[in-house]
């Protein structure tokens, strides 16, 4: 098993994509069939992963080396650990539910499940690879199809949505790509003596070590590529605009999965090649945290589209994970390693978290925009009533992403403020602001949709169907049960976490 | 017994698991599975308080840990501890929690979501039991919250109603503030001490050193004890509705009777001040801590600020609403002054004889349909039970010998008395206060003559009734365990982790109580029941009365404060920071959009005339001087020759020129 996992997980979607045209298109169910039937094995196979994956041991596993373009030393490089589990868990998870979920797609049904597929590849190979060179391509390959998804399938102003996100990520990619080069020809592979795209020899040499101008150049590059992705404030105007235009699954997938990658990118990237530079700017990275924090939640506040406001809202919560990241990479001597590793918990426990809440809330906007066709809140209430079980299932959503305890978000959150108040009272204080305001712009929402006097113009709406039901009830299953019980995910969290924080850690 | 308490706050959860899925197929629609949990859940109880009574003063706490969130090479703890202050208030919940579920079946009968209600009532008593059980501040601070959220859910519960999703909201969100506080106070802990639980947090050992590690916060340096215990605190002033935070609980009035009665009257109102007595010794790190007079000052204001408020109000569960907030002002008082034993003492008789009125209360409303006691009066003849226990639970709580009230009153007051006399006479006149608005409320209520002759009220249905009885008889007798001479309430509290003072009965205290509440009511008589009424009728048109009486009719102007400072600048920041994000950030965004778009088309101008027209130009040229030169290609022999010619005479010319 373990050499091929890994390769079968990344790959079956994109042979989902080879039998999908194959199938004319007007066989429209046949086409759908095959597409969930092609994504059906990463997740069986994540789950597996799952348990497979040994937290006592850490470290990467399952790894796979075999040689591509040796000349340059570019190799087919996989492996993961407990950083990459969970994730590969998410994407397995939302690619399935959001196939499902498409199943009322009937304009041009064959380029769009073509498409989601492809994109599941692209996001698989960026959370298994640990060859630069595969990595990039990987990180290529799941912007385009999110660019035709949103350009073809989205809403009004799809195209301005759709060129403005892949301009914008491509920008970051640019300066990404510029900085792996440097590092490709700063380091080379002990075991070879020639350049190396491998992930884990170039964080291991530690490239410009002691050139620290260089290495901050190197930082900012990294940071402007992964920061468009997660996005951190002031890089987030895309999200909203995107998400807005996408299609429902197409947000499910942007916001539960697409951000991850670039807060995925500081963990595998930046913090172990770089950890002089990413100590010497964490102030930078906590104050851009904090900002993401507190402006999200107040211009979330701020909106009357239901979907924007989530958009907005993930910029809030995303916050979150860069302030958990922040804090574990804090110069302060006082900050131990339990701490650090506390923070990275956060960090990466919200990572996952958020995926799965905001997930449920993208889908639970497409349930209600199928039956309402708008999503201005100012038009709705009172439909707790008539929708008793979209009411109950949107306000369990909105109250885990409020953080409630007894939800994965609030042990989440929990743990990055546990590890930032070490390493600062006044940035932890600050991020509490963050709480009460979410709490406000959530319950506001929830107030606006569901409660008060029922809207006689939606008298006729129907409760949710079987197949909605279908693809909630895990994502809200998952939130109650790593909010009341986290220890099956943190112990394979904790087992990367403690790897990164004793880089930081004095005599760690 | 002790072993299996986890079983108290499982049961009801399992209840609301049961009907939240299978709702009206259960027996009793839900109600009789959620009764019979709490039943069992009370019996659990009975059986642990009467193990540790038998075992007197010697009962030792049974503490059961377990790892549950794993971080580095370290453990976030979940747990419980059946301590005496435990059981204490486990009796209350449960006894408190059964009776208002056993009501609810006859005040909420016939209501379209009547499942739904027992659910949540059963979910609140479960997570209620939870934060009573819990050894570790972060188990608190879950269950908090979780209590937090079903008293949203449940003012909330018809949510058709404007006012009443506007209270839930509003509750939610400013005891969140609050919460904010207790957050951060279980960070300062976990800095201080590396550990959240409680019984190391509040061990000699801790607690010394967070008193002797000194934080400078701006320009005070503070210990950390009292950082973490004022945080601590002010999420009590968020739950227990104390001053300035108290402005949610008059409007969760909204909520129906019995949610009034168990969560915003006995129960959960009162965690605030049993989370202060929980982690006490903290507060307590040194004497007359700053905490402490914290917590003593804030009691007093938020007592007497509610009670005369109470004095205006005209609904009749916003005067109880009132009434709740200034005696857990009082509860504070007593602990901010030393009286662990007081506080809690008086949160036990409260909790019997507040259930009690808001019970009635519901009752009264059930059988009027109204709330405004203006329009009541003379229902003692159409509702003598509820008049009854209304009237034994009234004298309860105005603190009249031999009651339950009494007692526990007494108790503040002695202790207050000994500590800090500007918190006695605060008190004192509390206690007088309380009298009067209470007799008002009764008289207007079930005395005199009706007053609306729409109104045909009747007596409600027996399963109304005998929790009333059941809760009247507890605010009889609930304050004799702490009698002079043998107080076996505080013997039972004891605990080695404080040093608690304890004062000796006073007759001369016991007297000035009693003396100032037999005052108040005789002065509510005076005003409401003799011609006296008239004079003070006549004396409240004087304009300064007016003023008076509008500031105090409006709550202070609080909520209105609070708009103009807090809720329409956070409105206008949210439009203010959409704005920024709309047209500067991403304005910017689309600056460079555009500038790129703008250089490539000059690009493209400068390609298109410059680039591509020089190559263009010389292509011009070049077939422009082709054009010219194609007319010498004749194709006549002559013509060359002649040319040939010229161009050697040309030469010879040249040549001869150049030579001569």
Known sequence: MDSWILTTITFTPLLGTIVLMLIPREKVSAIKWTALLFSLPPLALSIILWFAYDWHKGGMQFTVNAPWIRDIGVYYRMGVDGLSVPMIFLTALLTTLSIIYSWI?????KEYFWLFLLLATGMFGVFTSLDYFLFYVFWEVGLIPMYFLIGIWGGARREYAAIKFVLYTLVGSVAMLLAILAMYFNVTDPATGRHTFDMMVIAAQKPFAHAHNIQSLIFWALFIGFAIKVPVWPFHTWLPDAHVEAPTAGSVILAGVLLKMGAYGFLRVLLPTLPWASTHYWTAIAILALISIIYGALVAMAQTDLKKLIAYSSVNHMGYVMLGIAAAVSPIAAVNLDNRAVALNGAMLQMFSH??????????????YERAHTRNLNEFGGLWARLPLFGSIF???CLASLGLPGMSGFIAELMVFLGTFKASVLFAGLGTIGIVVTAAYLLWTIQRILLGPANPKYEKLLDMDGREILVLTPLVALMLLFGLWPAPILQIINSSSVQIARLFTIGG | MSEYAWLIPLIPFLAFVAIIFAGRRLPGHGAYVAIAGMSASLLISLVIAAGAITHGGHFEPVVRTAAWIPYGYSTLNVGFTVDALAIVMLIVVTVVALMVQVYSIG???????YPRFFAFLSMFSAAMLGLVLANNLLVIYICWELVGLCSYLLIGFWFERPTAMRAAKKAFLVTRVGDVGLFLGMLTIYMGIGSLDLQTVLSHESVSTMAKTIVS????????????????FWGAVGKSAQFPLHVWLPDAMEGPTPVSALIHAATMVAAGVYLVARTYPLFA???????????????????????TIGFTQYDIKRVLAYSTISQLGFMMMGLGVGGYVAGMFHLMTHAFFKANLFLGSGSVIHGTGTQDIREMGGLKKHMPRTFWTFIIATAALAGIFPLAGFWSKDEILLTAFHADKTIFYAGVIGAFMTAFYMSRLCILTFLGEPRDEHIHAHESPRVMTVPLIVLAFLAVVAGWVGLPGKNLFAEFLHTDLLHLEHHAFSLGIAAVGTAVALFGVLLAYIVYMTPASRTVAALGQISVFR??????YNKYWLDEIYGVIIIRPLFAVTRWMFAIDRWIIDGTVNAVGWLTVAISRVQGWVDKWIVDGLVNLIGIVTRGAGLILRRTQTGVAQQYAMVMLLGLLALVYFYLIRAG
Do not use: C, K, Q
């Open chain 1, 105 to 109: 797609i009937n304009e041009r049904p």
């Open chain 1, 355 to 368: 995926g799965i809440i905001t997930g449920a809330l993208f889908l639970l906007v497409g349930v209600i």
């Open chain 1, 395 to 397: 306000i369990t959503a």
């Open chain 2, 107 to 113: 005040y909420m009968h016939g209501d379209a979501r």
């Open chain 2, 217 to 232: 916060v701006g320009p005070w340096a503070l210990p950390l004890a009292a950082l973490a215990s004022l945080g601590i």
């Open chain 2, 285 to 307: 790190y040194s004497d007359h801590s700053i905490s402490l007079n914290v917590v003593a000052y804030t009691g007093a204001i938020t007592a007497l600020m509610a009670a």
């Open chain 2, 547 to 552: 003023f008076i009486h509008s500031l105090v």
